[in-house]
């Protein structure tokens, strides 16, 4: 990958002992969303069991823990690297704010096809067995919080003891009972396929996908549609009393109507937007429009400048 110029960022997981606070220095982060912070970090080479060689930052929190980061990339900073991997939740953002708010999977495609055998499935019999197994063992970690809370007065009277006894010896019978069964399960879990192909899934449990040329698609404008409403909410943000109304307003803009007026002696495409519900959101619109028109931004396919206005002349 190196040769392609492509690098790696990941976290690691397993790294060796902390490093000295010492090693540590104050750098200034631009985080995804636009704000900067300062996060204490450093950098040491490090060699991995293949002997591969790789930069390794570290980022010193508050609670004195060590986050690691691991990166072939050798020409970027560190406060950039940080940056890109701590922002990493903005993928998951991503899945779920486009699940909210953009249904277009269910307009582009509705065929199916089946899903090639040689594709590798979780086995629902390993699936179930584990949701047993999580299942047991959360009721006997609650069962031992119950044994470890008994306690006795100071000078405990005989009947007391009796109560106290008879109840530790039920709760560990039934801790016990629960031991066996997690055990069983585990060594079912152990004989079980963890992965199986699909085409040895049960007639009953096998699906199908939806059909994926026009999806992938599809996903590519979903991600630059987003990136832009990301770029564009970044920039609402720094007008806005409450920051977090930002994409919630972009929204409300992207529904209403707006008016269009081509002026092809002017070579200009005005987009009116008509005035929202409060004076205050009119007002960061209006900076924000500001800043889109300085990008002097050409229509596809024309040459007419799209210059963005809100309300009536």
Not at 14 to 26: A, H, L, N, S, V
Not at 40 to 69: C, P, Y
Request: aromatic share 8%; glycine share 4%; hydrophobic share 40%.
């Amino acid at each position: 990958m190196l040769l392609h110029s492509i690098a790696i960022l990941t976290y690691h997981k397993f790294p060796k002992e902390d490093w000295r606070i010492e090693e540590f220095t104050p750098h200034s982060v631009q985080l995804a969303a636009g704000e900067t912070v300062t996060m204490k970090l450093a950098e040491r080479g490090t060699q991995l069991s293949n002997k591969f060689w790789v930069r390794e930052i570290r980022k010193l929190n508050d609670n004195g823990h060590q986050t690691s980061i691991l990166t072939t990339n050798f020409q970027a900073p560190m406060p950039t690297l940080a940056a890109s991997l701590f922002a990493r939740w903005s993928q998951e953002n991503f899945f779920r704010y486009m699940k909210e708010h953009f249904g277009l999977d269910r307009l582009i495609e509705f065929g199916t096809e089946p899903i090639p055998d040689a594709i590798s499935v979780v086995n629902p019999q390993w699936r179930t067995l584990d949701s047993r197994i999580r299942s047991k063992a959360g009721q006997r970690h609650r069962l031992a919080a119950q044994f470890g809370s008994l306690t006795l007065s100071g000078d405990p009277a005989e009947p007391e003891l009796q109560g106290f006894q008879q109840r530790q010896g039920r709760l560990r019978d039934e801790i016990e009972i629960l031991n066996v069964e997690i055990d069983s399960l585990k060594q079912q879990r152990k004989a079980t396929l963890h992965h199986i192909p699909v085409n040895s899934l049960p007639e009953g449990e096998r699906f199908t996908r939806l059909r994926t040329e026009r999806k992938h698609f599809i996903d590519t404008i979903k991600m630059i549609a987003y990136r832009a409403e990301t770029s564009m909410a970044s920039l609402l943000r720094e007008h806005l009393a409450r920051p977090d109304d930002a994409r919630s307003l972009l929204r409300q803009i992207f529904e209403t109507e707006a008016d269009l007026t081509p002026d092809l002696t002017a070579n200009t495409l005005t987009i009116r937007l008509h005035h929202l519900t409060h004076a205050a959101h009119d007002r960061a619109i209006e900076l924000l429009l500001a800043e889109i028109n300085a990008t002097q931004t050409i229509f596809p396919g024309t040459c007419l400048t799209l210059i963005f206005k809100l309300g009536s002349d």
